[in-house]
């Protein structure tokens, strides 16, 4: 495939000609024809296929050079009527420089975007702005760009504050900026118009050309040649080696060559694989049509001309050029926003930029991405044309989506992705909204694309073929879009505004209609289902609708006009979403407890059920924002509040809820798993806000509005428990109703699901407009529930919490209210734990607990009251009162249905054989009953009188039932309960209750006692009834307590006879007590293990404390103590050279073979430093890893090796846990054993001992560096046996096993190679030097930085360090048994001879450089602890020099 070079040489006749071109000539030939156009035309069509495509090679500096000068010269000679670098440096020298940074993204370049000025997430500025400006300093997130975005720094609508950085301050003096056009004279302006319209225009024809063979009129060349090339497009279907493969086959070409095609393919969007005659590439062409052609559409190839192709690339080069103009002058920018926006003959859609946009599906990636730079560099740097051309984009705007629907390339390379330029300025989407009504246009032309119904006109996703499902994804971007434009809620509203938005809900109400009920699910009887049904999809679209939801309504919250009319809209709309929905609805009428009401048959276990209910969810988002915003007060005449049907409000949402219960109930197992998945993302976090916490809202206003008892037994029928509760000796029949247990199991799951649902509906009040709360009262209750299951990280916590549509959860403004945060331990992350204050808020039935977090957090708030010593009770919290529209609400805890069921439950737990209740069930009646009673005491406190309250919750659980069946009241259930053995785990709960009730009682005493109220015949028999229950109470009250007293009695006489029997053994053991409690307390104050009568040095040195140390591996979780015989554990270690102490950066780098590291130069002009994470894991884990890293990174295709964090080629790796930056390893090694005080020497014994061991290095020394023979002779003479320990000869057992052994050579080889930038080599002798060097510096650096911060020494070392440094100085005192042994102890004699010879040099050495004290001192303190027996007094010098 390769040509000869030769092909490539420009021809001679084009040198020639080149001689004797002149651009200047050019240009003035220009300036007197008539028509331009033609001419410039001609010369294009002239040479721009003798620079472009001549060969199969291609040739960029050669074409560009000669482009430059034959083509692009002229045209700007022509513009400036000068010569262009004197002409265009006068346009830059007048220019007014835009206050818009502008600044063009690339692939992979970081942006910032401030957390707290941003108007929404898509404000980001580059790294320069983001530098110069206020938000260094704010919270600000940190991400890396796809491509074609640019920096906003100096646009005012992105900003809330700081929109300017240092560069882009505009300058107070050009406060009212004049036309820049003004600068410019009226023959320049001409000109510039002229020249701009030519090139534009032939770009454009040329990029959008779609003919093969053929040229547009007046570029036909002189002399056509017969060359063709096979022109190869990008695809987003195939994959690369299906490419190489195919091209391999096609045009004969080796592998190498075939990845450098498809590399350029997949980069620009096309290339060419053969040059040649039209046949010659024909073939090319119908090899890879046919090899790609058998699983889908085939490679898109053409066989193009040479001369079309030259002129394209022209094209591009042209638009460049005009981009790099204008960049010289905003006059120009705007000249060439005029020349792109005028309109053409043809009118509608015919300026060049509509051309350019409705044709962009049709170009190449290479020729998108430069037209798409050259928009954003000129139209939206402009506000005025910015604007005009979102007009046009809006007006185009379901056509260009259409085509992306049919485009296979990603939305980064489509002209819609422009959108986010656009949408995203808020004064321009409320332009678009009025003027082009764009909301409306886009969720119109989302709805086009979803075509797919079922007959009801419902979406329909389980029969998607693969082609709908590939555009279903494509289609989400419109939700994107939409999204962008609703953003930014409107401060002011007019008239058209409110108009256009209405109609835009309108729309959105009609998509909403489409979901409403589809996906809907039936119960599986008998058989499992067969095949898993589509569900993702729905859910997809929910998900990707959340925050479009959210941000409708929060549109609708700032105007009171527009919130009226939406909420009519929307009960429209559910009214006739209910017309359709007909399935086994039969009218009934239910009966309970003297109230009876009309509803509907309808079983959740029989019927269709649908999960998906966005208009009833939406209504009820306006129902709360009625509250919020005291509309439905201040207006209630214009609210349709008398139209509602409550049962019809609350029966969808309840049939959700029914289905979940049963779904926990085990009742719908034959369903398979997609069931199971759509439960848990109704309840996800991705998700409740409006789904699951929109449908409780929803039964909370339909319940309102009803008659709780009603209310209650809709509830029950729905539930399929209205049998259990309604039969009048329920309390008794329930227990021999059924013997089946699955059946059992499964009512008992309802119930509690049931009563679970009450608490809900009653007790969730933190959502504003639903109870009197601010809106942070909402995520700290969130937070609060959280931190009531464990301690959690911040990020654990920003996962638990909702996001909003700017990505933000609220939390970082509330959690210093609830939690106080804990630094990083040993674990390696710090941890938020809930304050003391807050725990009385906690709610073992919270709303958004599963069923394990419900479990973890009971166990956690016990465990945390055992240890106060507290009582075991965990009574619901006390509640916001609701808001007016929600305030009856309350009167659902006093009906007499509910009383009814808590005192059925009560009395099947007062019969523990019956079998058919559970301890969840009882555990939630209560709770109920702790609710009633909470609400009661509330509202006694906040009410001035007696008789201003209406909720007497007491009275209605103390009284008994009616005739004929005279049950037992619910508080005599209670009393009775209190002592049930059966029942010993509520007996806090239930005292806790009974309290309460006194409580209350005495309550209403004190305040009936300072007001006269007249009593009533039915006063006066309550208070008979309360009189005689007062009294039932009293008498088993001094029964239990007499049983109390005559229990301790007996156990009191029990352990008194015992001690009588076993008198001698109890003596011995009080003899024990008291003789380890002496000794102990002799040790306490003994001044040994006193930390202020330690001793470090000298005679009485004290004995450390041996620490048995424990670890835990990361990677494969197992303990493993520290032992110098066990499996090595090491630490993530990286080790690099530094010059950060350097005194002297300009020192020559030393020649790293021959250079000896022992003695470092005081300018430390480098060093190696040694960091750690301080994560821990055993030697075998992380070498599986290693090598898991190294083959992952061979098996990574070559064009996805994109530049990364980390060189696996250069031994570097992450961390597995925390992802830290390594290169290699430390071994953790246990200390050193000292000895005891007792053992040092005295001072006749340590000069002898010291006299030994100099003349033994001496010894040593010569022996090394042989001298004269007679020096040898006269020092033989003097030499006296050494110990043991220090003969030449001696050779130490290594203490250590095998693994720990090769992970000292492995983090000693690492330390040399990274210090000295050589080969690693583990026989090196300077191998132990550049450790010990190492393990110094780093000591040193980390002393520095604490006295920069003036922290004392070892005092505020975090944990990772702390482990460095211990592991670093063990190492340096172990690394001796992995290195040679005569190496390690001449390098010693060397370093001590320094310190103790007077002239700072041993004998026979020449004179050192000066020496870094300090760090000589640590290394001879890193490294001394030579062998084990080599512990005389000049060893321990160590202690002194540091």
Request: aromatic share 6%; with cysteine.
């Given at each position: 495939m390769a040509a000869a070079e030769s092909d490539r040489e420009v021809p001679s006749a084009l040198c020639t000609e080149f001689l004797n071109f002149s651009a200047k000539d050019t240009a003035s030939k220009w300036l007197q024809v008539t028509d331009l156009y033609k001419e410039v035309y001609q010369h294009l069509a002239r040479y721009v296929p003798k620079i472009y495509c001549l060969g199969p090679n291609l040739n960029p500096q050669s074409e560009d050079l000669l482009a430059q000068l034959l083509l692009q010269a002229p045209l700007e000679w022509y513009l400036c009527g000068e010569d262009p670098s004197t002409g265009l440096a006068k346009l830059e020298q007048n220019n007014q420089p835009s206050q818009l940074c502008g600044h063009v993204f690339r692939v992979g370049e970081p942006t910032y975007s401030c957390r707290e000025c941003a108007a929404d997430p898509t404000c980001v500025l580059c790294m320069q702005c983001f530098l110069g400006s206020v938000h260094k300093e704010h919270r600000y997130r940190m991400t890396t760009s796809g491509g074609g975005g640019f920096c906003d720094c100096g646009d005012t609508e992105a900003w809330k504050k700081g929109p300017y950085c240092q560069k882009h301050e505009p300058n107070i003096s050009d406060s009212c900026q004049e036309d820049p056009l003004a600068h410019l004279s009226t023959d320049m302006i001409a000109r510039c118009y002229n020249v701009f319209a030519i090139v534009l225009k032939y770009a454009v024809d040329m990029l959008t050309w779609d003919k093969e063979d053929e040229l547009p009129p007046g570029l036909e060349p002189p002399d056509r040649g017969d060359t063709y090339y096979c022109m190869l497009f990008n695809d987003e279907v195939?994959?690369?080696?299906?490419?190489?493969?195919?091209?391999?086959?096609?045009?004969?070409?080796?592998?190498?060559?075939?990845?450098?095609?498809?590399?350029?393919?997949?980069?620009?969007?096309?290339?060419?694989?053969?040059?040649?005659?039209?046949?010659?590439?024909?073939?090319?062409?119908?090899?890879?049509?046919?090899?790609?052609?058998?699983?889908?559409?085939?490679?898109?190839?053409?066989?193009?001309?040479?001369?079309?192709?030259?002129?394209?690339?022209?094209?591009?080069?042209?638009?460049?050029?005009?981009?790099?103009?204008?960049?010289?002058?905003?006059?120009?920018?705007?000249?060439?926003?005029?020349?792109?926006?005028?309109?053409?003959?043809?009118?509608?859609?015919?300026?060049?930029v509509d051309t350019l946009m409705l044709c962009d599906s049709k170009m190449w990636k290479g020729a998108r991405n430069v037209y798409h730079q050259l928009f954003m560099s000129s139209l939206l740097m402009d506000l005025k044309y910015k604007k005009l051309f979102a007009i046009q984009f809006a007006k185009n705007y379901r056509r260009l989506q259409t085509d992306f629907m049919e485009d296979d390339h990603e939305r980064v390379v489509s002209v819609t992705s422009l959108s986010v330029q656009l949408f995203t300025v808020p004064t321009m989407a409320r332009m678009l909204i009025t003027e082009e009504n764009l909301m409306t246009t886009i969720i119109r032309t989302f709805v086009d694309h979803l075509r797919h119904r079922d007959l009801q006109g419902r979406f329909q996703f389980e029969r998607y073929t693969a082609q709908q499902a590939f555009k279903f994804r494509r289609v989400q971007s419109l939700i994107g879009d939409l999204k962008y434009v609703l953003i930014s809620r409107p401060t002011e509203w007019s008239d058209q505004l409110r108009e256009k938005f209405l109609e835009g809900l309108d729309t959105f109400l009609e998509l909403f209609k489409c979901m409403q009920g589809m996906d809907p699910v039936v119960r599986q009887v008998g058989q499992h289902i067969e095949m898993e049904p589509e569900w993702e999809a729905a859910f997809t679209l929910q998900m990707k609708l959340t925050h479009i939801i959210s941000m409708m309504q929060e549109w609708c919250a700032t105007d009171e006009r527009v919130l009226i009319e939406a909420y009519k809209k929307c009960l429209?709309?559910?009214?006739?979403?209910?017309?359709?929905?007909?399935?086994?609805?039969?009218?009934?009428?239910?009966?309970?407890?003297?109230?009876?009401?009309?509803?509907?048959?309808?079983?959740?276990?029989?019927?269709?059920?649908?999960?998906?209910?966005?208009?009833?969810?939406?209504?009820?988002?306006?129902?709360?924002?009625?509250?919020?915003?005291?509309?439905?007060?201040?207006?209630?005449?214009?609210?349709?509040?008398?139209?509602?049907?409550?049962?019809?409000?609350?029966?969808?949402?309840?049939?959700?809820?029914?289905?979940?219960?049963?779904?926990?109930?085990?009742?719908?197992?034959?369903?398979?798993?997609?069931?199971?998945?759509q439960i848990y993302y109704y309840h996800n976090v991705k998700c409740r806000v409006e789904m699951f916490d929109k449908d409780l809202i929803m039964l909370q206003a339909g319940a309102s509005m009803m008659d709780p008892n009603h209310f209650l037994m809709i509830v029950l029928s729905r539930f399929e428990l209205y049998h259990i509760f309604s039969s009048a000796d329920c309390r008794k029949s329930y227990n021999r109703e059924n013997t089946n247990k699955d059946v059992v199991q499964q009512n008992n799951t309802l119930i509690e699901e049931m009563l679970h649902l009450i608490m809900m509906v009653v007790g969730e009040r933190f959502e504003a407009g639903v109870g009197q709360v601010e809106g942070c009262d909402e995520i700290k209750r969130?937070?609060?529930?959280?931190?009531?299951?464990?301690?959690?990280?911040?990020?654990?916590?920003?996962?638990?919490?909702?996001?909003?549509?700017?990505?933000?959860?609220?939390?970082?403004?509330?959690?210093?209210?609830?939690?106080?945060?804990?630094?990083?331990?040993?674990?390696?992350?710090?941890?938020?734990?809930?304050?003391?204050?807050?725990?009385?808020?906690?709610?073992?039935?919270?709303?958004?607990?599963?069923?394990?977090?419900?479990?973890?957090?009971?166990?956690?708030?016990?465990?945390?009251?055992?240890?106060?010593?507290?009582?075991?009770?965990?009574?619901?919290?006390?509640?916001?009162?609701?808001?007016?529209?929600?305030?009856?609400?309350?009167?659902?805890?006093?009906?007499?249905?509910?009383?009814?069921?808590?005192?059925?439950?009560?009395?099947?737990?007062?019969?523990?054989?019956?079998?058919?209740?559970?301890?969840?069930?009882?555990?939630?009646?209560?709770?109920?009953?702790?609710?009633?009673?909470?609400?009661?005491?509330?509202?006694?406190?906040?009410?001035?009188?007696?008789?201003?309250?209406?909720?007497?919750?007491?009275?209605?659980?103390?009284?008994?039932?009616?005739?004929?069946?005279?049950?037992?009241?619910?508080?005599?259930l209670l009393e009775n309960l209190q002592n049930a053995p059966h029942l010993e785990v509520h007996k806090d709960m239930i005292r806790w209750i009974l309290k309460m009730v006194a409580s209350i009682k005495t309550m209403r005493e004190l305040t009936a006692s300072t007001y006269t109220v007249t009593a009533s015949g039915s006063h006066g028999q309550e208070e008979m009834v309360c009189d005689k229950d007062k009294a039932e109470r009293k008498r088993k009250a001094e029964m239990a307590r007499l049983r109390r007293e005559k229990i301790m009695a007996q156990m009191s006489e029990m352990q008194r006879h015992f001690i009588n029997e076993n008198k001698e053994l109890f003596k011995q053991s009080l003899e024990e007590l008291y003789a380890s409690a002496s000794t102990s307390t002799s040790l306490e104050h003994s001044p040994t293990s006193s930390d202020a009568a330690l001793v470090c040095v000298g005679p009485r040195r004290s004995r450390p404390r041996e620490k048995r140390q424990v670890v835990t591996c990361i990677l494969c979780q197992e303990e493993q103590e520290i032992r110098a015989d066990s499996k090595a554990m090491v630490l993530a270690a990286f080790v690099q050279r530094s010059t950060v102490m350097s005194k002297n950066r300009k020192r020559p780098p030393h020649d790293p073979e021959h250079y000896d590291p022992l003695f470092m130069h005081p300018d430390l002009s480098f060093g190696t430093h040694t960091g750690s994470c301080g994560h821990i894991m055993h030697s075998h884990c992380w070498q599986r890893y290693f090598e898991a890293v190294q083959a992952k990174e061979q098996r990574r295709q070559q064009r996805l090796r994109v530049h990364t964090s980390y060189d696996v080629g250069n031994g570097e790796f992450l961390c597995p846990l925390c992802e830290c930056l390594s290169n290699t390893v430390i071994p953790l090694l246990p200390g050193t054993k000292g000895s005891n005080g007792c053992e040092q020497p005295g001072l006749g014994q340590w000069l002898k001992i010291s006299g030994q061991q100099i003349k033994a290095m001496h010894s040593a020394h010569r022996k090394l560096h042989p001298v004269s023979v007679d020096a040898v002779e006269e020092t033989v003479e003097e030499q006296c046996p050494a110990p043991e320990s220090f003969r030449i000869d001696y050779t130490p057992m290594s203490p250590y096993s095998s693994t720990i052994k090769e992970m000292l050579t492995t983090f000693g080889t690492a330390t040399y190679k990274v210090g000295l930038k050589v080969h690693p080599n583990e026989q090196d002798p300077r191998v132990p030097i550049m450790c010990w060097g190492s393990c110094a510096y780093t000591i040193q650096s980390i002393e520095r930085l604490l006295v920069d911060e003036e922290k004392p020494l070892f005092g505020s070392l975090p944990c990772r360090q702390d482990d460095c440094l211990s592991s670093l100085a063990r190492f340096g005192s172990a690394c001796w048994t992995a290195a040679s042994q005569p190496s390690v102890q001449g390098h010693y004699i060397r370093l001590v001879a320094v310190t103790l010879t007077p002239n700072g040099s041993p004998q026979g050495q020449g004179s050192h450089p000066p020496l870094k004290l300090v760090h000589l001192s640590k290394c001879i303190s890193a490294g001394m602890d030579v062998p084990p027996g080599q512990k005389g007094t000049v060893w321990r010098c160590r202690c002194v020099l540091c």
């Open positions: 195939h994959t690369y080696e299906q490419v190489i493969y195919t091209l391999q086959k096609a045009v004969n070409c080796t592998q190498k060559e075939a990845v450098s095609f498809a590399t350029t393919v997949d980069r620009d969007g096309r290339k060419s694989v053969r040059f040649g005659d039209f046949a010659f590439c024909e073939q090319a062409k119908s090899v890879i049509v046919r090899n790609t052609s058998r699983q889908s559409k085939p490679l898109r190839v053409q066989v193009m001309h040479s001369s079309v192709v030259a002129h394209q690339c022209f094209a591009l080069k042209a638009l460049h050029w005009l981009g790099h103009v204008i960049g010289y002058s905003d006059a120009l920018r705007r000249i060439l926003c005029q020349v792109g926006l005028e309109r053409g003959p043809e009118g509608e859609n015919s300026s060049l429209t709309a559910l009214t006739h979403c209910h017309s359709g929905f007909t399935d086994g609805e039969q009218p009934i009428t239910l009966s309970m407890c003297g109230h009876s009401v009309d509803t509907i048959r309808y079983c959740v276990s029989q019927e269709k059920v649908s999960i998906h209910l966005p208009v009833s969810r939406l209504l009820a988002g306006l129902h709360v924002l009625l509250s919020k915003m005291e509309v439905a007060y201040r207006f209630p005449e214009q609210l349709p509040l008398s139209e509602l049907s409550p049962p019809m409000l609350i029966e969808h949402p309840l049939r959700c809820l029914v289905l979940c219960a049963q779904v926990h109930a085990g009742m719908w197992r034959r369903n398979g798993f997609s069931l199971v998945n969130e937070i609060i529930h959280q931190l009531c299951i464990r301690p959690m990280a911040h990020s654990e916590l920003v996962k638990a919490l909702p996001e909003n549509e700017n990505k933000e959860t609220g939390m970082e403004r509330v959690i210093d209210c609830v939690a106080s945060f804990k630094k990083p331990g040993v674990t390696g992350r710090g941890l938020y734990e809930l304050r003391p204050e807050c725990a009385k808020q906690f709610n073992l039935y919270f709303h958004h607990y599963s069923r394990a977090d419900q479990s973890k957090a009971e166990e956690a708030q016990r465990k945390l009251k055992r240890q106060n010593g507290e009582d075991m009770a965990l009574p619901p919290p006390m509640l916001p009162p609701f808001s007016p529209l929600f305030a009856s609400l309350v009167n659902i805890l006093q009906c007499d249905v509910l009383l009814g069921m808590l005192g059925a439950v009560l009395q099947w737990a007062v019969e523990p054989s019956g079998g058919h209740w559970s301890e969840s069930m009882l555990q939630r009646v209560l709770h109920l009953i702790g609710m009633g009673l909470l609400e009661e005491q509330q509202q006694l406190k906040n009410s001035s009188e007696d008789h201003d309250v209406s909720f007497n919750f007491t009275l209605k659980i103390s009284r008994p039932g009616e005739a004929p069946s005279n049950t037992a009241s619910v508080l005599a």
